[in-house]
């Protein structure tokens, strides 16, 4: 069965012409998200205007020349909530090699940036980074967090930096993010008072991500991890076009909705050909003290979630009621307790993470700790 790419989805958009206008709707930037996973393609398309005259025909055209495609499974065909100047649509020639809207990022020294991403809500990525961040900071890395949630910024809390604000300036004049538990972390947090609602639009969160990126002195760093919001949004968008991913991890909870929602979130980073670093299921029981396990939210839906998605198992995380409190007074469990029992679970994902990265890209990728 011929394997469909983004370029060849990219490359039929370019034959569906809109209406009146005598381009194509590459040429007319109206294509902001096409992805590819297994032989499906999602598309989202921009229109000029919410009562542009030929939107239905533009859809049915663009459904058409997706289900043209030999070997096709499924085409969805949507309406990006995006305005027409508002967005930063792929401006990919046709026939030319694939190239994101704005050049990606360099950054030289960044070894890997690697997405901390979910379906849904409440799962726990939060969590998963700042202690994977610390554990890998245990393992003798240097390890830097991009808290990437603009209108939910949680990582401050649980890292201590709630109080934090940017006072450092290095050398070469750029802005140095506030670190704690040797980790590097930038955040909208620190940019805003403490109760204060973002609201901000798409464009704004995109210029904001990639200041993160590239307008602070991250000095050298061989993981920089980017903390996502839930679900597959702007700041998705956003990351995958403005740095190189290294790989995405994806946080489950147990239940069956969980292999629904992982699939969708990992389709998203397969679309752009960003390696799955694996599947961390967390909240997957509670043990109480008497060793009696109970599996509040199901049992193993994060393993069949990584078994069905053919990636990575990286283990299951347990519920702690330790690790939400000290959470919440910016004590990774990484950090209160490094010698407990989840301490051990993160260290080993964190080794998984590491060896799976190497895996996918080579040794050199990821050379040993100093
Ligand atoms: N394994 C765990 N044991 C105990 N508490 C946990 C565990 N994992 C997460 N929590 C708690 O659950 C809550 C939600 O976790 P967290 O904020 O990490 O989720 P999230 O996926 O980042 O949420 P959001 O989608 O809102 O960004 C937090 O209070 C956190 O401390
Ligand atoms: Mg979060």
Not at 30 to 40: H, L, T
Not at 166 to 174: D, F, Q
């Amino acid at each position: 069965m011929a394997e469909i790419t983004q370029e060849v989805v990219m490359q039929a958009l370019s034959q569906v012409m809109a209406p009146d206008q005598g381009k194509s709707l590459i040429e007319l930037n109206m294509v902001d998200f096409a992805s590819v996973c297994d032989n499906s393609v999602k598309v989202d398309l921009i229109f000029p205007s919410t009562a542009y005259p030929h939107r239905d025909a533009v859809l049915k055209a663009t459904r058409e020349a997706i289900e043209a495609l030999e070997g096709i499974k499924q085409a969805t065909v949507g309406i990006s909530l995006k305005t027409p100047a508002a967005s930063a649509p792929f401006q990919r020639p046709a026939n030319k090699p694939t190239a994101p809207v704005a050049p990606k990022q360099l950054l030289p020294n960044i070894k890997n940036v690697i997405a901390i991403s979910s379906g849904k809500g409440g799962v726990g990525k939060t969590s998963v980074s700042v202690n994977l961040a610390c554990a890998l900071t245990q393992l003798g890395y240097k390890v830097g967090i991009v808290d990437a949630d603009i209108y939910g910024p949680n990582v401050p809390i649980m890292m201590g930096l709630r109080h934090a604000k940017i006072t450092g300036e290095a050398p070469n004049g750029k802005p140095l993010p506030p670190e704690n538990h040797d980790v590097k972390v930038m955040s909208v947090a620190f940019l805003i008072k403490e109760d204060q609602p973002v609201v901000w639009r798409g464009p704004l969160l995109d210029r904001i991500i990639r200041q993160f990126l590239s307008d602070f002195e991250w000095d050298e760093l061989d993981f920089l991890l980017v903390d996502l919001p839930p679900g597959t949004g702007d700041a998705q968008l956003t990351i995958m076009q403005a740095a190189s991913l290294s790989g995405a991890i994806i946080v489950t909870t147990p239940q069956e909705v969980a292999l629904h929602d992982s699939r969708k979130g990992l389709a998203m980073f397969v679309g752009q050909n960003i390696p799955c670093l694996g599947i961390v299921e967390n909240m997957s029981y509670f043990e109480c003290d008497h060793g009696q396990r109970y599996e509040i939210f199901g049992h193993g839906g994060g393993k069949a979630a990584a078994e069905q998605l053919n990636v990575p198992f990286l283990g299951q995380v347990p519920i702690v009621i330790e690790q939400r409190a000290q959470a919440d007074l910016g004590q990774p469990m990484v950090i209160y307790d490094p010698n407990g029992k989840q301490a051990a679970i993160f260290r080993d994902i964190a080794e998984q993470v590491v060896a799976n990265l190497r895996a996918v890209h080579g040794q050199e990728k990821v050379s040993a700790p100093v």
